[in-house]
Nanobody, 124 residues
């Protein structure tokens, strides 16, 4: 079992930055691809970004490219999401997720573990 806990959310003005963290306990994340998702009020959960277990591959949703950066520190069992140039439409609950161990080609597939989410609110 993997427990994921997100932190770093909050209120920020448009154009600002936030760095989200996702700390894992229970099992190592070093063999798992990791992802970030978000869900805005009244909308479905959407994909944000993913990173391979070795951190050599990342993938972003089109609207996040160039503004968001996913990274990981396997020694700390932690994944990060650096968000720059934030817009009001980025307001959502952001979720960290873990895929099955050694799974490749994760984009479009369902993670097996989820965090409880952290709220990000961007004011105009």
């Amino acid at each position: 079992q993997v427990q994921l806990v997100e932190s770093g959310g909050g209120l920020v003005q448009a154009g600002g930055s936030l760095r989200l963290s996702c700390a894992a306990s229970g099992r190592t994340l070093s063999t798992r691809a990791m992802g970030w998702f978000r869900q805005a009020p009244g909308q479905e959960r959407e994909f944000v970004a993913t990173i391979s277990w070795s951190a050599d591959r990342t993938y972003y949703a089109d609207s996040m490219k160039g503004r968001f950066t996913i990274s990981r520190d396997n020694a700390k069992n932690t994944v990060y999401l650096q968000m720059n140039s934030l817009k009001p439409e980025d307001t959502a609950v952001y979720y960290c997720a873990a895929y099955r161990s050694y799974q490749t080609g994760v984009v479009g597939s369902s993670p097996v573990y989820w965090g409880q989410g952290t709220q990000v609110t961007v004011s105009s």
